[in-house]
Structures are given as structure tokens and as C-alpha cells.
């Protein structure tokens, strides 16, 4: 058996088989995970159901547990970062942040009003509107970030009422796993279920008859399956997908500021996340001076295994993933691309990837127009804004972009040209759990957080009372 167990209905949950899972800083297999049968599948999906009831009769309840569970985030810090380093690959410090941000976004959800609304309060009616649970949500989340997009689903579902299956990614499953059981004390059984396996899984979550609500994180190819499954029974969704952000450097900006704050917004997360800019477009008198600014920090921040100190940038998470960063840098570099910084695989075991900087690259390639989700960052000359402009949205993806320059109201004007659901001005990735997030096109279907990602965990219900009604 595995150390580590699925939740449901509110106990560990042992399984016969389990699978491996790979440190991506050495490559090897270091711990298993429990593989989720069908039958408890069902059993997960049976315990939310039941726990629902419940749940939803009382507001006070749902604050007070989740008040709770973001306490036991915090206080349990220092147990679930190593383990999130292990699977995930990212540094201790930013493992450690990534569990301060779930705390933080559920204490947010626990304090956030949910103040009824009148419509209409006159001889005629009293019209409210309430928001209703949904019932059973599906929780399915990528291996960028597992605990943090967890609890951006967690947060608002429980809060409305719903219960909840949860099922991570099968590359980083150890430290969800591990949040199951710590919740299990935290909330009625049922409430939260924590499952794991692999994409297999995840497609029976979607189609299975009992959740009516699916809260999906990852790409798009997988978003536009999930969205399939949904459809036969008209189940909800939020697909919160991929993205290609660009980041629009103006004529007025100042190349060193730029070079550094475009690094940092590129190579976050050794790239892997989901609005990391992904590709710079940058005006020709600027372009030599902001293209070496970034390469300098590229040959300079230290990457390795995130459990030494001062490392900065892990590995690649996984090998698929690894071996398309691979692909992407190596088919620029054949197509004229100049690697200013980096090119190419680390000599070492794990999925190390030199920090890469291409110059002299353009769209039409590949990774420029594609997801690379990875530590390589294409940079691109105009000399045209307007053209500029164009060609950060000739593209399926709109999940959140970036414009840079001193005149920040001209910036504002370019930002709002921008086909995506965050765009930001001097600066990148700026995320909070009041400000919706969500993506134009393909980059998804509906936003999380705030009151808007509150909302899509909830039917919207008119209360209509008559005051000319005999009765
Ligand atoms: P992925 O789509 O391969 O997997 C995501 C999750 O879906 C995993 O848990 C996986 O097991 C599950 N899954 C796979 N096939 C499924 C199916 N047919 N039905 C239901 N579930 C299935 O994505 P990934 O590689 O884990 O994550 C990287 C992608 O996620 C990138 O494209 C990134 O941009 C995107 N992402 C988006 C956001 C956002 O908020 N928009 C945040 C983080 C990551």
C-alpha cells in the first residue's frame, strides 16, 4: 500500500494498485499513488451526493469549515511544500507559497458576502434573487500548480453550497492527497473527496451521471473533451485553459525595467503557468538591448533541485512535457532562431532545461504560435504597433497579455486592445482572489474567483412573491 490515501466520505479510502510517481529533479519514481477504482469512484460521487444535503441548509457552517481548512493550510505549510517540491519540481520557497496562496484564497471565500438582491419591491411583487448549490462539482486540476487552482475550485464550490470530488493531476497527486487528509477533520465526510489516477479517471468523472457541475483546469485539448462529456447532460463547466500571452514592449519603455520584469513573468514557475508570457514582442530599436537584458538573467538565475537552497528554477515537471520544450526550441533553432541564452537539454539527470532566450524568431514557428509552457521565451521584433497588435491576437488563445511602456495611459489603450481576459499594464501574472480570471476563445469557458467565479458554482434562482394574489 501507498503513504498515500484517497479520501471519501470522509476516510481513507485504500486501494489494491497503485502507479508511480517521478520526481522530475531525478527522474525516478519516488513514491506511489492509489489508483481509484470504478466502485469508488461511485463511492465518492455517492458520499458527496448524501453530504450535500446537509451541507447546503446552513451558511454559517460552510464559513466556519472553511475558515478552518485555510488555518490548517497555513499551519500544515511545512509538511505539504516538500512534498509538492518532490512531484511538482518547483523550488521549497515557492512550494511554501504555493500553500500560502490556497490558505489565502479560502479564507477569502470564507468572508465573501453573498448579499441577496432585489430586483423589484413594489404593490406589485418583492423579486429576489438567490443563488442556489449546483450539487456534486467535479474537480479536475493540471500539475502547474495542484494545490493553489484545488483550492480556487474548493473555495467558492463549498461555499455555495456544493460538495465536491477532487481528482489532481497524475504527475503531482501526492500533495492533494495529503490536503484530503488533513480535511478530513475539517469538514462533515463527504463534503471534500480526494481521488486519484490517471486521465482515464478524469474522463469517467466528467461523463458519470452524479455531479452536475465540472470545474476544469488544464489544456485546451483536454478542456474541449471535458466540454463533450458535459454535453449529453448538460452539465456546467468552467475550463480554465491554456494560454500563449504575449507581452507588448512600447518605444517609451525602459529596456533594463523591462528585460526584468518580462523575465520574471516568462520563466515563473520555470514557465509552466498557464498566463506566463509566452512570447515578446518588442519595437527594432529596442530589441537588441531588451533581448540581451533577458538573456543576462537567463544565463544567470540558478536552477536545480528545488530542495537546495538558492535555486530559483526547477526542472521541467515531466517528461512529455520535457521532451515538447525540447521539440519546440529545437524546430526554432532550425528554422534561423539565435538561442541568446540556453538552447538546449541540461546534461544531468531529471528534466532540466536551460533557461532560453531565441532572438530572431518571428510567428509562423512554432514557439511562437504554440503553448510551450516551459523555461524558453521567443522574442519577436515589429515596427509596426498596430501590426504589432494583430499578431498578438491572430490566435485561438486569449487568456491575459501584457503592455510595457512609460506613457502608461498609451499602454492602457494598447492593453485594451488585447483579445484576453487579463490584460495588464507593466506588469504580468498579477492574480488575487477577488479579480475574476478567465480566458477569451480557447484559453476557456467562464472565470474563477471573486464573486463572478462564486457564481458559477451556483443556478441562479428568482424568487418571485406576489403581494395581488387573493390567497
Ligand atoms: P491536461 O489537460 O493534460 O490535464 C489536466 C487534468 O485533466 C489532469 O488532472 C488530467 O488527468 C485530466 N484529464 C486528462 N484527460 C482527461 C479527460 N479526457 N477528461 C477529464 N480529465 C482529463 O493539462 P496539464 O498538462 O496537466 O496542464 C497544463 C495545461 O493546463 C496547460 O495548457 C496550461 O496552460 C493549462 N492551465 C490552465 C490554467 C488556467 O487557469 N487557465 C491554469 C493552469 C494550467
Redesign the pocket.
Known amino acids: 500500500m501507498s503513504d498515500y490515501v484517497m479520501t471519501i466520505a470522509g476516510e481513507a479510502a485504500p486501494t489494491e494498485a497503485t502507479f508511480g510517481v517521478v520526481n522530475p529533479a531525478t527522474g525516478e519514481v519516488f513514491a506511489q499513488a492509489p489508483e481509484c477504482t470504478a466502485e469508488q469512484l461511485d463511492a465518492a460521487y455517492d458520499a458527496a451526493a448524501k453530504a450535500a444535503r446537509d451541507w447546503k441548509a446552513d451558511e454559517g457552517a460552510r464559513r466556519a469549515c472553511l475558515r478552518r481548512a485555510a488555518d490548517v493550510l497555513t499551519a500544515s505549510a511545512g509538511d505539504l511544500a516538500p512534498v509538492l517540491t518532490a512531484e511538482q519540481g518547483k523550488p521549497l520557497r515557492d512550494a511554501n507559497v504555493e500553500v500560502v496562496a490556497a490558505s489565502i484564497w479560502t479564507q477569502y471565500f470564507a468572508n465573501l458576502e453573498t448579499p441577496a438582491q432585489v430586483i423589484q419591491d413594489d404593490d406589485k411583487a418583492r423579486v429576489e434573487l438567490a443563488r442556489r448549490p449546483l450539487g456534486v462539482v467535479a474537480a ?6 495542484p494545490l493553489t ?1 484545488a483550492f ?1 475550485k474548493i473555495g467558492p464550490a463549498l461555499l455555495a453550497g456544493n460538495t465536491l470530488v477532487l ?5 503531482t497527486p501526492l500533495a492533494t492527497l495529503k490536503v484530503g487528509e488533513l480535511l478530513r477533520d475539517v469538514f462533515p465526510p463527504g463534503v471534500v473527496n480526494v481521488i486519484s ?7 469517467k ?2 461523463s458519470h451521471p452524479v455531479p452536475r457541475k ?1 470545474s ?8 474541449k ?2 466540454a463533450q ?1 458535459a454535453a449529453p447532460d448538460l452539465k456546467r463547466v468552467t ?5 500563449n500571452d504575449p507581452a507588448i514592449v512600447l518605444d517609451d519603455a525602459d529596456p533594463a525595467a523591462v528585460a526584468s520584469a518580462i523575465f520574471a513573468g516568462a520563466f515563473a514557475n520555470n514557465g ?4 506566463a508570457i509566452k512570447r515578446v514582442y518588442i519595437p527594432e530599436a529596442l530589441y537588441d538591448d531588451v533581448v540581451e537584458g533577458l538573456a543576462a538573467q537567463a544565463r544567470t538565475i540558478k536552477v536545480g533541485d528545488g530542495t537546495q537552497e538558492g535555486v530559483k528554477l526547477g526542472p521541467i515537471n ?1 517528461r ?2 520535457y521532451e515538447r520544450v525540447k521539440e519546440l526550441v529545437g524546430d526554432a533553432l532550425s528554422r534561423g532562431a539565435t538561442a541568446v541564452a540556453g538552447g538546449k537539454a541540461m546534461d544531468r539527470p531529471g528534466y532540466f532545461f536551460e533557461p532560453t532566450v531565441l532572438a530572431g524568431v518571428s510567428d509562423g514557428t512554432r514557439i511562437v504560435d504554440e ?1 510551450q ?1 516551459g523555461p524558453a521565451l521567443p522574442v519577436v521584433p515589429y515596427r509596426n504597433l498596430a501590426d504589432a497588435i494583430d499578431r498578438a491576437n491572430a490566435t485561438h488563445f486569449g ?1 491575459s497579455g501584457s503592455v510595457w511602456g512609460a506613457d502608461t495611459d498609451r499602454a492602457a489603450d494598447v492593453a485594451a486592445q488585447l483579445e484576453c481576459g487579463t490584460a495588464w499594464v507593466n506588469t504580468h501574472l498579477a492574480l488575487a482572489p477577488q479579480q475574476p ?3 477569451f476563445k480557447w ?2 469557458i467562464g472565470v ?1 474567483n471573486g464573486p463572478w467565479g462564486l457564481a458559477e458554482f451556483c443556478e441562479l434562482q428568482v424568487v418571485y412573491r406576489s403581494k395581488t394574489s387573493s390567497t
Open positions: 479536475i486540476t493540471p500539475w502547474n500548480f487552482l480556487w481528482k489532481p493531476s497524475p504527475f489516477g490517471g486521465d482515464e479517471l478524469g474522463a468523472m466528467t465540472i476544469f483546469t488544464g489544456s485546451v485539448e483536454t478542456g473533451k471535458v462529456s475550463l480554465e485553459l491554456g494560454g509552466q503557468v498557464c498566463s515531466n512529455p512535457q503553448e509552457f487568456l480570471f478567465g480566458g484559453s476557456g474563477e
